[in-house]
């Protein structure tokens, strides 16, 4: 049975729609939640976790409604997107005070959250305030917040914005690990090779909508068939450019400002980049850069909606 | 209408009331703090007068008992029982929503009402602790100031003033509670409450039973300005306890269906 169960959920906010009709079910393990900017992620989540209701349609978790539920919160973690917190509080004191709220008290309180700073990768006998911490470490804190009480359901929201590189790859694999213990995580990003490092399974927003659902590999050969730009980098682009518009895979080739650069279009990704790595090897161009220009997760939703 | 988000519980209540209290207490700026230390600073000012014992000082102000009646009445009794819950009371959920932590409340295992009273409650507290304390402090430097002679005068109006900044500042805090949360401009409008809050105390009818300060006035009648509130045939003790309670209660009431059943976005 699906942990998270939305069906045909709905919100405007006055006449502009946050959410149209949106229906997917999410099952334990890590899910990715994926859009652009104003793709309705956020308005989902804040839908999840009752801090509003949806104009339209019902949500569900763990089968329970959701609003006007605060006993349900006791299974649920969420790790908001704003970078907002008590910065007058050391981490301790804000887990401690979080963990009252959940009505953990005393010592059990004080080794909660230790254990979760801990877990997180923070000093628990920290004493700065959360105000002289860095955003990464900012970033640490909210989520050891999400991860206090050890619930079964995880809304993450952004939770890798502004980590170090360090600091993303801990917690990307400390959330991979919480979706391989059997957690149902829900984590919103919008950037795909993130998601992508901790699962496969995606459901992919576009103006309210969700696009496509299901596992990104498929979604991704979807894309294939679509054209591409690719920027390349070498000594000589113009004896580059003639090898590849014989291949049958480059649609066009365009000249940038940089004497050692070009673009190429290709609608066959694969082949092409194939054909380029056979070619930087074979004919001695030295090629020295491929840059996909439109491989983030804006350009997939540009090609998805045509 | 959600009524069931609104249902507080004790326990949680209590959470929540800890959460305001330790928060104000590590709060970098304390707008309430400054407020009810301005007494003292007057209090101050007043004993070191008398000790300079300056030509042409008003001799009203010889005795420090005198002078802390005063003060009582000009500084605690008009103007902070309102305005230190007025700084406290009004940012209860507006704080929250402009610091962007609300979030990280509404998704915990206790409903919107219990988070709200607690905050109340918690916000009274303090109000209660900064007025009586800042009174106490004023007491001690104005009293002491005259080697504690008048203490005899001030000890039988004492419980009484006592409780009507106690009392003020519950119902203050929760009106201002309600006033944040539907009111954009809420310190304005705050600020006119206070003028209307005084106005209407003086008007015929039914209408003054509306003003808190009118209340007031009967439990801390001593309090009130001679010849001034005095004048008017103001409720017994007990009544004005029981319709600032309920006026109170009422108060809260509304504002915790209120903040149940809205969008936080």
Same mark, same amino acid.
């Given at each position: ?18 959410? =149209? ?9 890590v ?10 992620? =956020? ?11 949806? =104009? ?57 959250? =230790?254990?979760?700073?801990?877990r997180v990768g923070l ?13 990464g470490m900012?970033q640490r804190?909210?989520l ?12 993450l929201?952004?939770p890798l914005n502004g980590m170090d590189p360090v600091g993303r790859k801990d917690t990307v694999d400390l959330i991979a690990s919480l979706g ?7 984590i919103?990003s919008?950037i795909?090779h993130e998601v992508e490092q901790m699962t ?107 | ?5 609104? $249902?507080?519980?004790? !326990? ?72 230190? !819950? ?12 402009? *610091? ?21 409650? *918690?916000?009274?507290?303090?109000? +209660?602790?900064?007025?009586? +304390? ?5 007491? /001690? ?17 004492? !419980? ?10 519950? &119902?203050?805090?929760? /009106? ?6 539907? &009111? ?28 808190? $300060? ?12 001679? *010849? ?8 017994? +003790? ?28």
């Amino acid at each position: 049975m699906a942990t998270i169960q939305v069906q045909s959920v709905s919100h405007w906010y006055g006449e502009v729609i946050g959410l =149209s009709n949106a229906s997917f079910d999410v099952e334990p393990g890590v899910t990715g939640l994926l859009g652009p900017n104003g793709a309705g992620k =956020s308005t989902l989540m804040r839908i999840l976790t009752g801090q509003m209701r949806q =104009s339209r349609g019902g949500v569900r978790i763990l089968g329970e409604s959701v609003w006007g539920n605060p006993d349900l919160f006791r299974r649920i973690g969420y790790c908001p997107e704003l970078d907002s917190m008590y910065t007058e509080l050391t981490g301790r004191q804000f887990l401690r005070l979080m963990l009252r709220l959940c009505g953990v008290r005393g010592m059990e309180a004080d080794r909660k959250a =230790s254990d979760v700073l801990a877990r997180v990768g923070l000093d628990p006998d920290l004493r700065k305030p959360i105000g002289a911490y860095s955003k990464g470490m900012r970033q640490r804190a909210k989520l050891a917040q999400a991860l206090m009480l050890e619930a079964e359901v995880l809304l993450l929201d952004e939770p890798l914005n502004g980590m170090d590189p360090v600091g993303r790859k801990d917690t990307v694999d400390l959330i991979a690990s919480l979706g391989q213990q059997g957690h149902t995580v829900l984590i919103s990003s919008h950037i795909l090779h993130e998601v992508e490092q901790m699962t496969a399974k995606i459901v992919l927003l576009h103006h309210g909508r969700v696009l496509a659902q299901g596992n990104v590999h498929e979604i991704r050969d979807h894309i294939e068939d679509q054209a591409r730009s690719v920027l390349l980098r070498c000594v000589e682009p113009q004896r580059l450019a003639a090898q590849l518009l014989q291949s049958g895979e480059v649609t066009g080739v365009r000249f940038t400002r940089d004497p050692n650069a070009l673009v190429v279009e290709t609608a066959s990704a694969d082949a092409f980049f194939q054909r380029v790595t056979a070619l930087g090897f074979s004919d001695g161009i030295e090629i020295t850069e491929v840059q996909p220009l439109d491989d983030d997760l804006q350009s997939v939703f540009q090609y998805l909606v045509g | 209408m959600n009524l069931s988000g609104a $249902r507080p519980r004790g !326990p949680d209540v209590l959470a929540a009331a800890t959460l305001e209290w330790s928060l104000y207490w590590r709060r970098r700026v304390r707008l309430a703090t400054v407020l009810a230390a301005a007494p003292v600073l007057v209090a101050f000012l007043i004993a070191l007068l008398k000790n300079l014992d300056l030509p042409g000082f008003d001799p009203i102000l010889v005795r420090g008992v005198d002078a802390l009646t005063l003060l009582f009445r000009w500084i605690y009794f008009l103007g902070l029982v309102f305005f230190v !819950p007025l700084a406290l009371g009004i940012g209860l959920v507006s704080r929250e929503v402009e *610091g962007k932590t609300l979030p990280l409340l509404l998704v915990r295992p206790l409903s919107r009402g219990s988070l709200l009273l607690g905050k109340f409650l *918690g916000a009274s507290a303090i109000s +209660g602790a900064l007025l009586c +304390g800042s009174y106490a402090v004023s007491s /001690l430097v104005l009293l002491g100031a005259d080697g504690f002679d008048g203490v005899g005068e001030l000890l039988p109006n004492l !419980p009484a003033y006592v409780f009507s900044l106690c009392l003020g500042s519950l &119902a203050y805090c929760a /009106l201002f509670a309600l006033l944040g949360l539907v &009111a954009r401009y809420a310190v304005v409008i705050g600020f006119a409450i206070f003028l209307v809050d005084s106005f209407i105390a003086f008007l015929p009818g039914l209408i003054r039973n509306l003003s808190v $300060r009118y209340h007031l006035v009967s439990v801390a009648p001593d309090a009130a300005l001679p *010849g001034i509130f005095q004048a008017l045939s103001v409720p017994s +003790g007990v009544e004005a306890f029981f319709s600032l309670s309920i006026g109170t209660l009422l108060l809260l009431a509304v504002a915790m269906t209120l903040f149940a059943n809205r969008n936080y976005v």
